[in-house]
């Protein structure tokens, strides 16, 4: 079992930035992918980011690349998710997942899931 808890989401002006954060507990953090999913209200969920448990490669949705920046911190079992220049279109319940030993970014490959946190950017 893993445990995903994230925190850092809030209510913002467009422009502004916020960083979340998701602490992992239970199994090896190590073999883990690590990814970032949004939801906006009436919408399917969708990849934001991914940060693969070999190599730390990072993947990023088209919609976030430059304004967005994942990263990390195994010795902390931790990641973040550093979001610049946010827009309105980027308000969702943004959650955190863990893949055992995957690089791939569709839902179905993380098992491991946090309850999300509401990030609301104001125009």
């Known amino acids: 079992q893993v445990q995903l808890v994230e925190s850092g989401g809030g209510l913002v002006q467009a422009g502004d930035s916020l960083r979340l954060s998701c602490a992992a507990s239970?199994?090896?953090?190590?073999?883990?992918?690590m990814g970032w999913f949004r939801r906006a209200p009436g919408k399917e969920r969708e990849f934001v980011a991914r940060?693969?448990?070999?190599?730390?490669?990072?993947l990023y949705a088209d919609s976030v690349k430059g304004r967005f920046t994942m990263s990390r911190d195994n010795d902390k079992n931790t990641v973040y998710l550093q979001m610049n220049s946010l827009k309105p279109e980027d308000t969702a319940v943004y959650y955190c997942?863990?893949?055992?030993?995957?690089?791939?970014?569709?839902?179905?490959?993380?098992?491991?899931w946090g309850q999300g946190t509401q990030v609301t950017v104001s125009s």
């Open positions: 239970g199994r090896t953090f190590r073999d883990y992918s």
């Open positions: 940060i693969s448990w070999i190599g730390g490669t990072i």
């Open positions: 997942a863990a893949g055992y030993r995957t690089v791939q970014v569709v839902p179905a490959r993380y098992g491991y």
